[in-house]
């Protein structure tokens, strides 16, 4: 048996396991997280240690049962997260949805009638289809220039471009256009008021959030336009700018479908739409490789890819994460009761720490009940 297949039954019969690690409730925190010794959650602290050096990355924060069992040396640094923008966009799709404002599978063209009438194919990309990434739309770039590579977000938003692809949702390509169109119909259309003050009323404020922003790319029509996507259009604006603290704070909220302190602040049905596999294994498209089988709402998913390979072989299958340029990543394993959050840099082109599997082989070698 290979170590690398060692490992992947190691976790796979952690998860199996969880009825016996998780009978310990989870906690949430207010000001401040509680702190708690990774042996009171069931983790031997010096595998744990050796897990988090080998990964090498200081901003590094893991929580178990609600309890932050892990907090390096950089977990208050505080900047942008980039393309990790993209998942609190969805999550506002998902407060308006749960509030009745709109359906998953309508068409964009509902809110935004001229994009069909200058391309009739823009009648069939639903909202599901622009918050997987099957949108069809490489967007118009408008300036390109140093520190502004992938185009102008709002260039992306108020002229239509010719679709990549067709029928919609029938491939699968990375593209910030998509969000940028998704985060213009959510503020401007359902939630009528920009992004960052639905998700600060709403999420924010509720689960403690103290350090974060959210950048601004313009303004279309008079309403301020946030960086969905977390496109590095303009210095200084990655998108989200938040601490590996308050982001596990985000992450905690997906742990837990939604419910934060006995409080639904946003429903376990999206959340659950939200986190699974949208993209049939067999969708063809420049992204195919990487996402086809394993891409939700903005949210990497661990299912099985095209290449027939899950993302993270050592983690459990219900494992999903956010990911950002620069190395910024945070995870969710609800078969561990777990998040992680591991940010990197401000600069996109720079990488921090070594590849994530590793790091999740080690800590399911930490649990203490899975060694007795």
Not at 61 to 81: C, F, S, T
Not at 252 to 271: D, E, M, P, T, Y
Not at 340 to 360: A, E, M, Q, Y
Request: proline share 5%.
């Amino acid at each position: 048996m290979s170590k690398r297949m060692h490992w992947a039954i190691t976790a796979v019969a952690i998860g199996l396991g969880l009825g016996k690690l998780d009978a310990a409730e989870t906690v949430f925190p207010s000001q401040d997280w509680q702190e708690a010794t990774p042996e009171s959650q069931g983790i031997d602290s010096a595998r744990l240690k050796a897990a988090a050096e080998a990964l090498g990355v200081p901003q590094l924060v893991v929580a178990r049962n609600g309890y932050l069992i892990w907090k390096g040396l950089q977990a208050d640094a505080y900047h942008e997260i980039y393309s990790c923008t993209k998942v609190f966009t969805s999550t506002c799709l998902g407060l308006v949805f749960d509030d009745g404002k709109c359906q998953l599978d309508e068409p964009m063209v509902k809110y935004l009638p001229e994009w069909g009438q200058v391309y009739p194919v823009y009648s069939k990309v639903t909202l599901r289809h622009l918050a997987s990434m099957r949108g069809g739309t490489r967007g118009k770039l408008g300036f390109v220039g140093e520190g502004q590579r992938w185009g102008d977000p709002i260039t992306y938003v108020t002229e239509p471009d010719v679709p990549e692809f067709q029928p919609a949702g029938s491939q699968i390509a990375y593209q910030d256009s998509n969000v940028h169109l998704l985060g213009r119909i959510v503020a401007m259309h359902l939630a009528h008021e920009p992004l960052k003050d639905l998700f600060k009323r709403r999420i924010a404020d509720a689960i403690g959030m103290r350090h974060w922003d959210w950048g601004i790319s313009g303004a279309v029509e008079g309403m301020t336009h946030h960086n969905a996507a977390g496109t590095p259009a303009l210095k200084g604006n990655g998108g989200i700018r938040i601490t590996p603290l308050d982001a596990a704070r985000f992450a905690l909220l997906f742990l837990k479908r939604g419910n934060w302190n006995g409080k639904q602040l946003l429903s376990a049905a999206f959340v659950d739409e939200a986190t699974r596999n949208q993209v049939p294994v067999t969708t063809p498209g420049r992204s195919s490789m990487g996402w086809s089988g394993a891409y939700g709402f903005y949210w990497y998913t661990n299912g099985i890819r095209s290449d027939d390979k899950r993302r993270w072989p050592s983690a459990p299958a219900g494992t999903y994460a956010a990911q950002g340029a620069g190395s910024n990543r945070f995870y969710v394993i609800p078969e561990w009761n777990m998040v992680v959050v591991t940010l990197g840099s401000n600069d996109p082109d720079v990488r921090v720490g070594r590849p994530i599997d590793n790091f999740f082989a080690k800590v399911a070698a930490a649990f203490i009940a899975a060694r007795q």
